[in-house]
């Protein structure tokens, strides 16, 4: 059977975490802030931006606007638990080849979960914001800091999560190097290699809708405020 290394020295986010052990690699803890961590992905004109948003006068507010918020809850679940499905469907899908050596068709798999993550959970952050905006003047300014959160952390985020499937294929290389030797001391069940990268991928892409929605979490959480 195939190990793979469980060492998790440090703590973040369980995307972080996740890909650290899979991949073995030691990511030491950052020293700096979070603020200044923050800052350094922001360029002076996005630091107007966002003074201009937190200082701005938001629009009046409808009197006919206010909201449970029950149908944000329901429909926030429901993206979630459709992209959730998604990604467990893609997955099982992948297993009729048990002998692939090939990384390729997994990357155009992943990659097709990151798009429709990115369809689903933009115009859903987009909705929730409307709804805010529509609560009050201090919601309304909450809405419009997110929406410069999103144009500056948004291509970060993009460039970030776009090296995911890299890191991916070196640990299928890994798995499949390894059970190449222990298949040759007849040790290996073959094709078992594949089922452990696979509930590993599913693993990776369920962390990374995690952290995705985490935006929209927050927006749901203040329009949960009463």
């Known amino acids: 059977m195939v190990q793979v ?3 998790t020295g440090f703590t973040g986010s369980a995307l972080i ?3 650290a052990r899979l991949t073995d690699i030691d990511v030491p803890e950052s020293r700096q ?3 200044d961590r923050l800052s350094q992905w922001f360029s002076w004109t996005d630091a107007i931006s966002l003074s201009a948003a937190l200082d701005g006068s938001p629009a009046a507010v409808s009197t006919g606007a206010r909201i449970s918020g029950n149908a944000e809850v329901s429909e926030c679940t429901r993206v979630r638990t459709a992209l959730a499905n998604a990604i467990s469907e893609n997955m099982r899908g992948s297993t009729a080849d048990t002998t692939t050596t090939d990384f390729s068709p997994f990357r155009r798999r992943y990659l097709a979960r990151q798009q429709a993550m990115e369809a689903s959970i933009g115009p859903l952050r987009g909705r929730l914001r409307a709804k805010l905006a529509a609560r009050s003047p201090a919601m309304a300014r909450l809405a419009a800091v997110d929406v410069v959160m999103e144009q500056v952390l948004g291509a970060q985020e993009h460039r970030l999560l776009s090296t995911v499937p890299t890191l991916l294929e070196k640990h299928f290389e890994r798995l499949r190097q390894a059970d190449s030797n222990a298949h040759e001391a ?3 069940q073959p094709g078992a290699w594949l089922g452990v990268f696979r509930k590993d991928m599913q693993d990776v892409l369920l962390a990374e809708l995690d952290i995705r929605l ?3 979490e927050g927006l749901l959480d203040a329009l949960r405020v009463k």
């Open 33 to 35: 802030t979070f603020a």
């Open 214 to 216: 985490q935006p929209v």
């Open 17 to 19: 975490r996740l890909l």
């Open 5 to 7: 290394s469980r060492r």
């Open 186 to 188: 007849h040790e290996a």
